[in-house]
């Protein structure tokens, strides 16, 4: 099942939360957004000292993120666990245990970024069945003005689209680079 991000984030302003959210694809932009929207607005200031946790992926083992994972959250509804890099995590198949019974109160986090999981494995299976499994392919060049165009409207502006396209040559298809630089231009 193919969810977008927009849903993704309207689930978590509902505050529906699902216990492992797999982001993964070629793009890291959507990725980014959504794990930031989950590491700043899902728990309040004071339970984040206790129940926040960001790892990445080269400091840790897959059996670390397990323990952390079962562990309860101390004085809130959830603890959140922030896995930045996983990609470079190794043997990411052992998180089987883990993902065959996860823990309600815990929201895991895993930001698998310029690679996708390979759809054949009982990993993918299992994510696709028991976690949110988010995809995020990198944008074509012919789709980049249409983005640019997508998001200044949601900022409230309008843009030729001659104009979008000379960005999209200039700009390329990093869509991090060009959020910042229409950013720029919208202050």
Not at 124 to 142: C, G, I, M, V, W
Request: net charge negative; aromatic share 10%.
């Amino acid at each position: 099942m193919n969810i977008t991000y927009e849903e993704i984030i309207s689930d978590l302003r509902k505050r529906i939360f699902k216990p492992i959210y797999f982001l993964a694809g070629e793009e890291p932009y959507y990725i980014d957004l959504i794990s930031d929207y989950i590491e700043e607005r899902v728990l309040s200031d004071s339970e984040k000292a206790f129940n926040q946790i960001i790892i990445y992926g080269e400091d840790t083992t897959i059996r670390d993120i397990i323990e952390t994972a079962r562990r309860f959250p101390m004085m809130a509804t959830h603890q959140v666990i922030i896995i930045k890099e996983a990609q470079t995590l190794k043997k990411i198949d052992e998180l089987l245990v883990y993902l065959e019974k996860p823990l309600s109160s815990t929201i895991l986090v895993i930001n698998y970024k310029y690679k996708t999981v390979d759809k054949r494995t009982k990993l993918f299976k299992t994510l696709d069945n028991q976690a949110l499994y988010f995809e995020s392919p990198r944008l074509r060049d012919y789709q980049v003005p249409g983005w640019i165009e997508r998001y200044l409207m949601a900022k409230g502006l309008k843009c030729d689209p001659s104009a979008s396209a000379m960005m999209t040559d200039y700009l390329g298809t990093d869509l991090h680079k060009i959020a910042n630089e229409l950013d720029k231009l919208l202050i």
